[in-house]
């Protein structure tokens, strides 16, 4: 993937491929950084086929801020995944909504509205939660 982004910067998959990459390998940073050419790029882009392949990017980069415990970063991602593509209809913000459940309550904070609403969108694992900590919520 480096042979080819020097063969041709401007080649954003193999920016996308290569964030995976380093995902795999642990190095979130590199992840981020790499994620970070991707979404800028497609943005400017400005395709409307697009959205729902930005609502994956920013997915997917701030499942890495959360694990290096950037919790701002993360659900700031979290919430324009959502923006980019708000009637999905691969039911994908499902699973963003749980990751902020995930986040907020590793944060200690609140997970409930989260679990409940990836629940309500059909995410069985958001159901389990939501009725795990039910009694919290309540």
């Known amino acids: 993937l480096n042979s080819v982004i020097k063969l041709n910067p401007k080649y954003y998959y193999a ?11 642990e190095e979130y940073d590199k992840s981020i950084s790499d994620f970070t050419i991707v979404i800028n790029d497609v943005i400017h882009m400005k395709s409307t086929n697009s959205n729902s392949y930005v609502h994956d990017l920013y997915t997917g ?16 991602d979290y919430r324009r995944a959502i923006l ?18 995930l986040l907020l309550e590793s944060m200690e904070l609140n997970p409930c ?3 409940q609403k990836a629940c ?14 039910k009694w919290f919520c309540q």
Not at 15 to 25: D, G, H, K, P, T
Not at 61 to 76: E, F, H, Q, T
Not at 90 to 96: C, E, G, K, T, Y
Request: charged letters at 25%; hydrophobic letters at 25%; glycine letters at 6%.
């Open 84 to 101: 980019f593509n708000p009637n999905n209809e691969n039911n994908d913000n499902a699973l963003v909504h749980y990751c902020k459940g």
């Open 120 to 133: 309500d969108l059909g995410y069985n694992k958001g159901c389990e939660f939501y009725s795990s900590t």
């Open 61 to 76: 980069r701030g499942y890495c801020y959360a694990l290096i415990k950037d919790y701002d970063n993360a659900m700031s």
């Open 113 to 115: 509205k989260e679990y």
């Open 15 to 25: 920016y996308e491929l290569r964030a995976i990459a380093y995902y795999l390998r």
